[in-house]
């Protein structure tokens, strides 16, 4: 966008020189062509016509009767307009860099899995998004899709989102930025399928979400009835940890075997935890208050049952209880 500047003066002051060099060949025209204001005796018709100017130029002949070379004042004009016409353009100003995030917005809760909408310029060319250090995306987005979705496991917590911009070298060039809640139902009865293992055996496994973990879909609805039977006596139980998959089983057998992570936790072979099976649910004994007392004094009623020595936090629930149901069977 154009804006005043000094090229707008110089324009200004090269048109005030043109009125000046076109005055100044109207005064050189009037000092050549005579020398007393007025037409020589020689020069006038003793009838009183101009018998000494051309009659072609009877239209540059001034009030005092002198002659101006007006060739020579078009010419001087011209070069004045040539010398304007070649003023240099004020530079455009380029864009600078910029990212926005559009949605969500900060300090709203939103449904999980999180649909990110943004918008780049200034030579913007992909963008990531980060939350606390992980990356959401497996490789760099294109600026043009504007949208990213991504699944976030803890969810019903603030979570704060940085989008970075990056130009065509790879380098970062802008940021933005949003806090906010990604929500789910604490029992989501939408189902799907994975592979689960007793004693090695695979076998097709129908889980639910509950408390944010995958739990086999008949554990899922026992537990949620000792859940609120709990919840009533002021009791609130968490699940830590539910159904796992093979190669998350694979990963804490490793850690126990090396002693390498996890606290060298014991863990079964992969293919022979009762985690694998979705039946069992490591629940927060540790940390919720009167949790493990609830549980010793009444989980035997609803069908859950300690099965490892010296876990007070892993149940098990293979059937019992007093039935009922969040999610349809």
């Known amino acids: ?26 005064s050189l025209g009037l000092g050549s062509a005579c020398t007393s204001g007025s037409l020589g005796a020689d020069e006038v018709g003793r009838d009183g016509s101009d018998a000494g100017v051309d009659p072609d130029r009877q239209d540059e002949i001034l009030g005092d009767g002198a002659v101006v070379d007006a060739e020579a004042v078009d010419a001087a004009v011209d070069v004045e307009v040539d010398e304007v016409d070649e003023v240099d353009e004020v530079d455009e100003v380029d864009e600078e860099p910029w990212v926005e995030i559009l949605a969500p917005e900060t300090g709203s809760e939103v449904s999980n899995p999180v649909w990110f909408h943004f918008a780049t310029g200034g030579g913007v060319a992909t963008v990531e998004l980060v939350c606390d250090d992980w990356p959401l995306q497996d490789s760099p987005i294109p600026a043009e899709r504007g949208e990213h979705t991504y699944s976030f496991i803890g969810v019903n917590r603030s979570r704060t989102v940085i989008l970075t911009g990056f130009d065509a070298a790879g380098s970062p060039v802008a940021t933005d930025e949003v806090t906010f809640v990604p929500s789910q139902p604490a029992f989501d009865c939408t189902t799907w399928t994975d592979t689960g293992y007793v004693s090695g055996d695979a076998f097709t496994i129908e889980l639910v979400n509950v408390l944010d973990k995958p739990v086999e879909l008949h554990t899922a609805n026992a537990f ?95 059937g019992g209880g007093p039935g009922g149901s969040f999610c349809p069977e």
Do not use: K
């Open 1 to 26: 966008m154009r804006s005043g500047g000094p090229e707008h003066g110089r324009a200004s002051s090269r048109f005030g020189s043109m009125a000046w060099l076109a005055l100044a060949v109207l």
């Open 224 to 318: 949620w009835v000792m859940h609120e039977a709990a919840a009533a006596d002021g009791v609130d139980i968490r699940i830590v940890s539910g159904f796992r998959t093979n190669a998350e089983q694979e990963y804490l057998y490793n850690c126990y075997i090396n002693c390498s992570c996890n606290g060298c936790n014991l863990a079964a072979r992969p293919g022979y935890s009762n985690h694998q099976s979705g039946h069992a649910l490591d629940l927060n004994t540790g940390t919720g208050a009167g949790v493990l007392t609830w549980l010793n004094n009444h989980g035997g009623t609803y069908g859950f049952e300690r099965t490892v020595s010296g876990e007070n936090w892993h149940w098990e629930w293979w």
